[in-house]
C-alpha cells in the first residue's frame, strides 16, 4: 500500500476481540500466558506492547523497512544506534549536526572508544575522503542539515557506502518517510525525532528508529529491550494518531515555507536565507531529486547579534521557542539553543553566528506569518 493509506489507516485493523478502529491503549506491563510454553506474542512491555507494536509496525511499513523500534526520545533512538557499533569504530558525521547528538557523541560515545570524523556531508568528494580513512565503519547523516539545510547527496552517500561496506545512518527527522525515503538511496537504519514532524503537536517526546534489514531489525529490538528506554503506550497511540494527518500537515508547513522564504529573501535586512525550496538555493537540484518536498525550515542572519534578540522578543505570531516541525510557527537562536554545545571555534567555521535565526513554520495563515516578520524585521 500506498504511504497515505498506510497513514490513514495507522494503527487501525489491530483489535479483532472488538472491531476497534482506533488502536486501544495497552498500558499492561504485562501479560498472562494461556499455558506453560505458549504466549500472545506479549510477554512484558519492554520487550513488546500492542500499541507500541501498531506504531513500529506502521513506521516499518511506510519506510519499506524491517522492523521499528520506538523510544522514549530521538536522543534515545540515536543512543540505540550507538550500540551498534564496536569499540575502535569511526563514525562519519554531518558536521552541522543536532546538538544534541553531537553531544551524545562527544561525551558518551567517546568513552566507548567510538570516534566521530565531522564532514560537511553535502560534499560529496570530501566525505568520500572522510570514509577513506582507516577505521571508519559508519556514517550518520542529517538531510537537510541543521540549521543551515545543507543538503547531502543521500544516493551518491549511498553507493560509496555501499562500495566501502560502510553502515549507512539517516536521521531523516525534517524530511519524514512522506516526502523521503532513504532505504531507497542505500541507507541501513534511519533515525526519527518523532517529537518533531510525525508528532506534529508540540505535545510529545519520542524517537524511532528502522532497520532495512530483519538482521539489523533483531539487533535493534535486543538493544531497545536490554537497554530499556522505550516509548509508553499512552505516547505510542499519540503518535499514531498523529501520523494520520501527517502528509496534509506537510504539504501545509511546505506551502507555508515556501511563501516566507520567497519575501523574506527579497527583504533588505535579511542575509543569508537558506531554503532548500527556493531554485536558487544551492541544495534545491539534489533535494528535488531524492525527496517529494523541501519541507517546513528555513534559516536567516540579521545584521546583528542585538537585532536578532530584538527580533525575538518582538515577535507575536511566531513564538520564542526551540523545537520544529509543530502547528505552531517557533523561532529559534541556534546558537543559543538547540547548538549550545557545539565548541565555538566549530560553530565559527560552520558559519553557525550569532545573527542566525531559525524558522519552523507552522500550520498558520501564511500571510500573519509574513505580517510578524516584516513587522520586527
Ligand atoms: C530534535 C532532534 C533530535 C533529538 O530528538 P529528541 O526527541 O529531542 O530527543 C535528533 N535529531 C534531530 C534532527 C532533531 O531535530
Not at 515555507?257 to 542575509?271: D, I, T
Amino acid at each position: 500500500m500506498k504511504v497515505d493509506t498506510i497513514l490513514a489507516q495507522a494503527g487501525s485493523r489491530r483489535d479483532a476481540a472488538t472491531g476497534s478502529i482506533a488502536i486501544p491503549i495497552h498500558p499492561s506491563a504485562s501479560f498472562q500466558h494461556p499455558a506453560l510454553g505458549r504466549s500472545t506474542g506479549f510477554d512484558y512491555s519492554r520487550t513488546a506492547n500492542p500499541t507500541r507494536l501498531a506504531l513500529e509496525e506502521t513506521m516499518a511499513a511506510l519506510e519499506g523497512g524491517a522492523r521499528g523500534a520506538a523510544f522514549a526520545s530521538g536522543l534515545a533512538a540515536v543512543d540505540a544506534a550507538l550500540r551498534l557499533f564496536s569499540p575502535g569504530d569511526k563514525v562519519a558525521a554531518t558536521e552541522d549536526l543536532y546538538g544534541g547528538t553531537f553531544r551524545l557523541f562527544e561525551k558518551f560515545g567517546k568513552p566507548l572508544n567510538l570516534d566521530f570524523i565531522y564532514v560537511d556531508t553535502s560534499d560529496t568528494e570530501a566525505t568520500a575522503r572522510a570514509l577513506d580513512l582507516p577505521g571508519v565503519k559508519g556514517l550518520f547523516v542529517e538531510v537537510p542539515s541543521n540549521p543551515l539545510l545543507k543538503v547531502a547527496d543521500l544516493a551518491a552517500l549511498g553507493r560509496l557506502a555501499r562500495q566501502k561496506e560502510i553502515f549507512y545512518i539517516v536521521d531523516n527527522t525534517f524530511l519524514t518517510p512522506v516526502v523521503c525515503r532513504p532505504f531507497e538511496y542505500g541507507a541501513d537504519l534511519t533515525i526519527y525525532s518523532a517529537t518533531k514532524y510525525l508528532g506534529g503537536h508540540n505535545d510529545l517526546i519520542a524517537g524511532l528508529a528502522v532497520a532495512k534489514t530483519a538482521a539489523l531489525g533483531e539487533r535493534l529490538a535486543f538493544i531497545q529491550n536490554a537497554v530499556g528506554a522505550i516509548l509508553g503506550p499512552f505516547e505510542s497511540w499519540l503518535l499514531l494518531r498523529s501520523l494520520k494527518t501527517l502528509t496534509l500537515r506537510l504539504k501545509k508547513h511546505e506551502e507555508n515555507a515556501l511563501a516566507v522564504a520567497r519575501r523574506l529573501s527579497a527583504h533588505p535586512r535579511v542575509r543569508n536565507l537558506h531554503y532548500p525550496g527556493l531554485p536558487s538555493d544551492p541544495g534545491h537540484q539534489v533535494l528535488a531529486g531524492q525527496a517529494d518536498g523541501f519541507g517546513g525550515m528555513i534559516s536567516f542572519e540579521t545584521e546583528s547579534a542585538a537585532r536578532a534578540a530584538e527580533i525575538l522578543s518582538s515577535v507575536k505570531v511566531f513564538m520564542f521557542a526551540e523545537s520544529l516541525g509543530s502547528a505552531e510557527s517557533l523561532i529559534t537562536y541556534p546558537i543559543a539553543q538547540t547548538h549550545a554545545d557545539i565548541a565555538p571555534e566549530i560553530q565559527a567555521r560552520l558559519g553557525l553566528t550569532d545573527c542566525l535565526l531559525r524558522l519552523s513554520i507552522g500550520l498558520e495563515d501564511p500571510g500573519d506569518l509574513i505580517d510578524d516578520l516584516e513587522a520586527v524585521l
